[in-house]
């Protein structure tokens, strides 16, 4: 076991994959060049301690958790994860009177039960505290004191603490109790970030301005603003580590972090600029913007992308193309957004691989089952009216028109996406959202038609 106290440990920080080398820039200019950051398959690997841990769950925009190796081994059977288990020193991380969750996921693994693989391991946990006390800790599902992760490949399991409690991407401000709003299908906060940084957008004066035509709830236009602005993407939100035995001795200096990061806010260098055919979608985007403090750097405008001038001479588009309602006129309405093939997936968090597959949770804790991702799925039609092919055929069209000189970067499921716009991409970058399969297509606009129109039949061929 690494104690998390004085040691370094080889944190795992997982994210979605391709971000990989994305995120361990990120570390790598987060924590300074003296600390070893090695990308793996599905995530990042960081030799760090405590503090490396804090500044990480506050600062990182790319990774989807933090986690702290409590143990890891071979395993042939649910026996070996009790042994492995009891190896772990819990008396520094849990009394009997506080409380823990566990959350497996499994990529490979023989196991027929990820149930009983998560029950064996809390018995050992248990079955320790009550050997060591006479007493055993609860498991709590919602708001456990030390939540714990639980990955299994086809021979190795890996045994975490969870510094981050919620997912990264939660940044605080949708959360519907306090009056933040979700939309239809929200991106993660951690793709729009991938999508930003995959295009070098850092929100510097050089970079240019950048304009979401079809923003949804906000979340590219936001985490653009936040970076343009400096706000740490963890300042709205709790962390578990701060509940966790090894960190509580690191208040002050948490609380000193966090006072660092507000100091480095600043007015943006470069306007932001968004806007939504529907206006239920703008005011969503308006509202989320102030919870994230960032409502004056972005200047939102209902508008249809087919028909809205660009707000700046040069800049870059940034976007997810939405479909159904959100791109129809206004006045009409498109059909409700379907997850294509009924397909479920969570997020990945498995040291060496790059596809979760099922999991489980301790006692029915709800916290790791899969669920549907938050993207938009296909883009295979539009109801209500029109066709995909017609929308981005008339998208490309108005960009020629109106946007030469700026540069588009488009997120799509769709590989054929730059026939359908009839524009020569000059980057591709493979991206997930959630289990989908997406690139991040990327073109430079130019006045008129990008390709080559094919040469007119011969009138006088027979």
Known sequence: MKRAEASRAPLFLPCAAGVEPLLAAECSALLGSGIHVEPVRGGVVVQGDAVAAMRLNLHSRLAQRVLWPLADGPYRDENDLYELARRVAWDDWITPDDTFRIDTSAQRSPLRSLNFATLRVKDALCDAQRDAHGARPSVDTRAPTLPLTLHLSAEHAFLYADTSGEALFKRGWRDERSGGQKGEAPLKETLAAAMLAAAGWQGRAEDGPLFDPCCGAGTIAIEAAQIACGIAPGLRRRF??????????????????????????????????????SFRMTDFATRNAERAGVKAAIEFKTADALQRPPPAERGVLMLNPPYGERIEPKGSRGGERIDPKGSRGGERFEPGESHAGERSAANGSRGSAAMTPEGRGSREGFEGGGSAEDFFRRLAAHWKQQYAGWTAFVLSPDMKLPQALRLKESQRTPMWNGPIECRLFRFDLVAGSARTPKAAPDATAE
């Open 240 to 277: 578990a580590f701060e509940a966790m035995r090894p960190f509580r001795t690191h208040q002050a200096l948490w609380q000193r972090i966090k006072t660092e990061a507000r100091g480095l806010q600043r007015a943006p260098a470069v306007p932001i600029f968004a806007g939504d055919v």
